[in-house]
């Protein structure tokens, strides 16, 4: 399904309109959310103003018309024109573009953009724009509790519908990576207050996946992009009830940013084909959704957030049948120990008491060198399972899978307190990860048969990111894990080797 399955194609409806001078009101309209019994509809409405500019709106119907959204003015090239053309659309893109962007938390972006063909991919970007639009003033605008929520239900869908999902790709291109960013950053926060507003009313609510994941292929690399608002992670593990509203509002408003860079390479032997991968890349971001004025004031700041505690890949050629053998290139761990062992003998005799009093301890001491991520590589089948885990600083288990002892929330030092401003800290400066080939940079190869080189072959990359909060500088004895599954196919040219 496409995104005109609940929204009417938007961008034909506008081209298609009558002449200006066979409007028989000022407006003309277009369903996008039909009405109940208890609801109204919503529309969408174009507005000539006067001869020289036009205006859209988002328009309930509430006995009388409520406007929700208005846009800014688009003008008319000339007094004389009867329909919206090319630079009227742009115009009116743009436009949408910086009215998304306004609701998110850092306003001082702006988008802009110059003369562009109105191709195919164009028309789907205009409509997807117009979605989104209406997706963020439906949350934020849209009074009555269930016209929203039936509203935002339906556009949810198909925001990520596998097509509006493509038309995604051409829409953060031409936004470019830093507005990219900030585009998801304003849907994220919509998305967790939407949430938000409706787990406060119902203990019973299963949150949704809104996971936005895609992936682009270039010659030699494969690359998967993936934000997620935190509060629609998965629930691993959690200690207790987190009473404290302001920690509860700083883990809330934060969403992950991830990116996989995976580099290829094609070699021709003679009875087989050998398809080499390795890390170019693997990042993980944990970014606040609140600027930081908002969030030191409801939360604590920057000081408590989620961090990166392991990272899994799965990759997997879909056909099976082609696949001769997989090799990796790094062994399991086999981590060298001093061990120090150490007895003393103790005697005392105390009279008048008969007995010979003997005391004898035997001290071990092990050392351990060991880096606080671990990385691992396997094969499962066709897949090879690449995996980076956080252990303790103290006692070397694994954090995703334990808790921090009870006694430790008082201890200064320990490993995981004041940890943003440690020299041993194993994350950036902002608490994120990154893990590039200058240190696991090993690879996999597959050797596939030789009659795959007459065609592309498709290839999936998945993988699981876990996110764990323990506390940093305040003294709380909750703490918490999520996780978060992508998945996504890319395609591999093995029919231009030569």
Not at 188 to 202: G, K, P, Q, V, Y
Not at 295 to 300: D, P, S
Not at 355 to 372: C, D, L, Q, R, T
Request: proline share 5%; with cysteine.
């Amino acid at each position: 399904m496409d995104a005109s399955a609940f929204v009417p194609d938007v961008w034909a409806w506008i081209c298609n309109l009558p002449p200006f001078s066979q409007w028989k009101t000022s407006s003309v309209s277009l369903c996008i959310c039909t009405s109940t019994t208890k609801q109204p509809s919503m529309f969408l409405s174009i507005n000539k103003n006067s001869t020289s500019h036009i205006t859209l709106s988002i328009v309930t119907n509430f006995h009388v018309p409520v406007y929700l959204w208005t846009s800014s003015p688009i003008y008319l090239s000339n007094k004389m024109q009867q329909t919206l053309d090319e630079p009227e659309l742009i115009q009116l893109f743009v436009d949408i573009i910086n009215w998304v962007l306004r609701y998110g938390p850092n306003k001082k972006y702006t988008f802009r953009l110059g003369a562009i063909q109105t191709k195919e991919n164009f028309k789907n970007v205009f409509n997807l724009a117009c979605l989104t639009l209406v997706f963020v003033v439906c949350i934020y605008e849209a009074a009555p509790h269930d016209l929203r929520r039936g509203c935002v239900d339906a556009l949810k869908v198909q925001l990520t519908s596998s097509n509006a999902k493509e038309f995604s790709k051409y829409l953060v291109r031409i936004l470019g990576a830093n507005l990219e960013e900030e585009w998801m950053r304003t849907l994220n926060l919509a998305t967790t207050n939407w949430i938000s507003e409706i787990m406060s009313s119902s203990s019973s609510f299963r949150i949704p996946s809104v996971l936005f994941s895609y992936a682009v292929s270039a010659i030699g690399l494969w690359k998967v992009q993936l934000y997620c608002p935190v509060i629609a992670m998965n629930m691993e593990e959690s200690s207790s009830l987190n009473q404290d509203e302001r920690l509860a509002f700083s883990l809330k408003y934060q969403h992950v940013e991830g990116v996989v860079q995976l580099a290829y390479k094609t070699t021709l032997r003679e009875n087989w084909v050998d398809v080499e991968i390795k890390v170019d890349n693997v990042r993980c971001d944990i970014t606040s959704l609140v600027s930081e004025t908002l969030m030191a004031e409801r939360g604590y700041g920057s000081e408590e957030k989620h961090f990166p505690s392991r990272i899994s890949l799965q990759i997997t050629p879909l056909q099976q049948s082609d696949v001769i053998s997989v090799s990796v290139t790094k062994s399991s761990d086999n981590p060298t120990h001093e061990v120090g062992f150490e007895k003393n003998l103790e005697g005392s005799f105390e009279p008048p008491n008969p007995h010979f009093g003997i005391k004898v301890s035997a001290n071990e001491n092990v050392v351990v060198n060991m880096k606080p991520w671990k990385f691992e590589q396997s094969v499962h089948g066709s897949s090879a399972m690449l995996d980076w885990s956080l252990h303790d600083g103290v006692n070397g288990r694994e954090v995703v899978s334990s808790k921090p002892a009870k006694f430790s929330i008082f201890q200064p030092r320990v490993w995981f307190r004041d940890r943003y401003s440690s020299a041993y800290w194993p994350f950036t400066r902002q608490g994120g990860v990154v893990f590039a080939r200058d240190e696991y940079g090993e690879s996999v190869c597959w050797k596939m048969c030789p009659s795959t080189t007459a065609r592309a072959t498709l290839w999936e990359v998945a993988g699981c990111i876990w996110l764990t909060y323990w506390p940093n500088k305040q003294r709380t004895f909750y703490s918490e894990t999520r996780r978060l599954e992508f998945r996504e196919c890319l395609s591999l040219p093995l029919s231009k080797l030569y």
